[in-house]
């Protein structure tokens, strides 16, 4: 059967791809879609931005659609950049631009003081409007300076405790055992194998 993940996000689909690759689930992006309208990410949690990205797609397609909002919240910013994590620069800022403005912020605190933690967010929603949610969440760091070459977003920043690396010096494999996304999607890969046996989803 046919998955569609609502996302233009090129390093979100090769780790959902790769985490649903034995499932036996076709993935297919947005950019696999025409006419998608541009969907505006104006909830106030990861939750709800996750549902209405999933629902719009899921409607458009007829197909089962998995969406997933996250972000990171640093605890000395109060949560921040939180829903806003990917235009905490301003809303066509990259990600360059986004870690700069984070370590700008952060400049002269001590790492006790650099506490963070990603959260994600994942709606699987059917073109009836029936969605499920999953949750996943890491802790970690905040980094002085980016390290690594690999990841996207905050990931050269974000320094995951138990490896002393960042998530952008992780193999990929290692990053989707212990990343917020990792930790969701495993719960949505059981969903899919324990429930699409029993009923028809998806579109094909």
Not at 116 to 136: K, S, T
């Amino acid at each position: 059967m046919k998955l569609i993940v609502a996302t233009g996000n090129a390093g979100k689909l090769v780790e959902i791809r790769r985490l649903l690759e034995e499932s036996g689930i076709e993935v297919t992006g947005l950019a696999d879609l025409t006419e998608v309208p541009e969907i505006v990410e104006d909830g106030e949690t990861f939750e709800a931005n996750a549902r209405k990205k999933a629902l719009v797609v899921a409607r458009l397609t007829g197909c089962l659609t998995l969406a997933d909002d996250s972000g990171l919240a640093v605890e000395a910013l109060n949560g921040a950049p939180g829903v806003y994590s990917a235009r905490y620069a301003g809303v066509a800022a990259d990600d360059a631009a986004n870690n700069r403005k984070l370590l700008e912020a952060l400049r002269g605190l001590p790492r006790e003081q650099r506490g963070a933690a990603f959260h994600c967010a994942m709606a699987l929603c059917r073109p009836d409007g029936e969605c499920r949610f999953f949750y996943g969440t890491l802790q970690g760091w905040i980094l002085e300076q980016p390290r690594g070459a690999g990841g996207f977003g905050y990931d050269p920043l974000f320094l995951v405790p138990e490896y002393g690396r960042s998530l952008a010096e992780l193999p990929l494999a290692v990053k989707n055992r212990v990343s917020h996304r990792g930790r969701a999607l495993v719960q949505v890969a059981a969903w899919l194998q324990q429930n699409l046996r029993k009923r028809r989803d998806g579109c094909g």
